[in-house]
């Protein structure tokens, strides 16, 4: 045994598969990854929920595809299909739309402007190509607009390296270089000390997601990690000869570690590291600025990305929601959401308040901001929101120029 892990979803390329219900893109994903992932029949509507499949695909890496359900299903059940469709449209990176026999209606060219709308890269799939193919004025619309597009019989097994090709080729340029998560923060040879508190939320025998992250990309840049528990920080700063660059903590912790840690080493926490490279770190500023105008009563919906079972004094159950009461001086109504779930109608919230996000793709989450924005609710994360409530966050953000400058700018006088 070598010991590998999968990556996990978060590194990979969510590739999307859209289309009329019987168009092929189950036979499309099973070509794909030359398995029988998804049920394939005449009957259409076969496929129910969200099939997903990870798979290495090279060059590109690791990548996530997502077979779907008719985008144009009917009745009752059928509507309830078409909202699970809709919420992989929020995560999707990069789009197969798949028309059935060179089929191509104002059905098709609806969901082709939803994917431009929403910058997304789409690639026209025109499958069943033994039967028929679309007409040559729109392949020449294609051609001029830039819209990819290939030919394929899924069924039959042809079209494959076509539409490999197609998919290196649309790949994102943001998911071939990713946001940095430490890397510009430091330099090759320094240290880097990580505060991980070993208590009820610490998973057995592991590390959770952002610290794997962190600490793998300060090796990876050349520089040096010291790991320790919170108990343990005060030691570091006695016992070490030598001044650590920068701390970075759990946020559960934060209070105890902005205590200990001297006000000439920079401090932040592992989420706001997730929330500016999995989000929009000034975005969620914004939002916990908004902390301020929250009233006794108001509705603050907590988004978790991961469905976990909570445990006594859980962090986004307990703990945030007793510091934002805390820091209002009230009772508020907390409203928990858990996996892909999230409200159509976001007007009731005052304030949404986001995980780090780590086992997600970067796109979900700016979807998600993007929804708030349009329905101007503000929303934070969970690592600025707790460091806002403390009072820590204008030096938790020192790292962080462009942040730091607009907190400073932008928060009333009568907080700082």
């Known amino acids: 045994m070598t010991g590998y892990r999968p990556a996990p979803k978060s590194f990979r390329l969510h590739i999307g598969i859209f289309g009329r219900r019987n168009a092929g893109k189950s036979a499309l994903l099973n070509m794909l990854t030359r398995q029988e992932v998804s049920i394939v029949s005449d009957v259409a509507g076969t496929t129910t929920d969200p099939v997903e499949k990870p798979m290495e695909m090279l060059p590109l890496g690791p990548v996530l595809f997502i077979d779907?359900?008719?985008?144009?299903?009917?009745?009752?059940?059928?509507?309830?299909?078409?909202?699970?469709?809709?919420?992989?449209?929020?995560?999707?990176?990069?789009?197969?739309?798949?028309?059935?026999?060179?089929r191509w209606e104002a059905f098709e060219e609806q969901l082709l402007q939803e994917?431009?709308?929403?910058?997304?890269?789409?690639?026209?799939?025109?499958?069943?190509?033994?039967?028929?193919?679309?007409?040559?004025?729109?392949?020449?619309r294609f051609e001029q607009e830039k819209i990819p597009f290939v030919f394929t019989s899924a069924l039959r097994r042809e079209g494959?390296?076509?539409?490999?090709?197609?998919?290196?080729?649309?790949?994102?340029?943001?998911?071939?270089?990713?946001?940095?998560?430490?890397?510009?923060?430091?330099?090759?040879?320094?240290?880097?000390?990580?505060?991980?508190?070993?208590?009820?939320e610490a998973p057995k025998g592991?590390?959770?997601?952002?610290?794997?992250?962190?600490?793998?990309?300060?090796?990876?840049?050349?520089?040096?990690?010291?790991?320790?528990?919170?108990?343990?920080?005060?030691?570091?700063?006695?016992?070490?000869?030598?001044?650590?660059?920068?701390?970075?903590?759990?946020?559960?912790?934060?209070?105890?570690?902005?205590?200990?840690?001297?006000?000439?080493?920079?401090?932040?926490?592992?989420?706001?590291?997730?929330?500016?490279?999995?989000?929009d770190l000034n975005e969620f500023v914004r939002g916990a600025l908004a902390i301020e105008s929250l009233r006794t009563g108001d509705h603050v919906l907590v988004?978790?990305?991961?469905?976990?079972?909570?445990?006594t004094d859980d962090i986004g159950r307990e703990k945030i929601p007793r510091w934002l009461q805390q820091h209002v001086g009230g009772p508020l109504r907390f409203t928990t959401v858990q996996g892909h779930d999230f409200p159509e109608d976001l007007s009731n919230y005052r304030l949404v308040i986001h995980c780090g996000a780590c086992m997600w793709n970067r796109r979900e989450v700016l979807s998600r901001i993007e929804?708030?924005?349009?329905?101007?609710?503000?929303?934070?994360?969970?690592?600025?929101?707790?460091?806002?409530?403390?009072?820590?966050?204008?030096r938790a953000l020192e790292p962080f120029a462009e942040a730091r400058e607009l907190f400073r700018r932008l928060i009333p006088q009568e907080v700082s």
Request: charge should be neutral.
């Open 68 to 102: 779907t359900a008719g985008v144009d299903d009917e009745g009752a059940l059928g509507e309830m299909r078409v909202q699970k469709t809709r919420q992989v449209f929020d995560r999707t990176d990069l789009a197969l739309l798949v028309c059935d026999a060179g």
């Open 160 to 200: 494959l390296e076509a539409v490999r090709e197609a998919l290196i080729r649309a790949a994102p340029e943001d998911f071939i270089n990713s946001p940095p998560l430490i890397r510009d923060l430091i330099e090759p040879g320094d240290l880097v000390v990580l505060v991980i508190p070993i208590d009820k």
């Open 371 to 394: 929804r708030c924005r349009r329905a101007q609710v503000p929303i934070s994360n969970y690592g600025v929101t707790i460091a806002y409530t403390l009072g820590i966050l204008d």
């Open 303 to 311: 988004a978790e990305a991961c469905s976990h079972h909570p445990i």
């Open 206 to 279: 592991r590390l959770i997601q952002p610290q794997v992250m962190t600490l793998r990309e300060i090796l990876d840049h050349g520089a040096m990690a010291l790991v320790v528990r919170d108990t343990e920080l005060a030691q570091v700063f006695q016992q070490v000869p030598r001044k650590p660059s920068l701390v970075v903590t759990d946020s559960q912790a934060f209070q105890h570690v902005a205590n200990v840690t001297p006000q000439d080493v920079s401090m932040t926490s592992f989420s706001i590291l997730m929330a500016r490279q999995k989000g």
């Open 115 to 140: 994917f431009r709308q929403r910058r997304v890269p789409v690639i026209v799939v025109f499958n069943k190509m033994d039967l028929a193919l679309p007409n040559e004025a729109l392949c020449r």
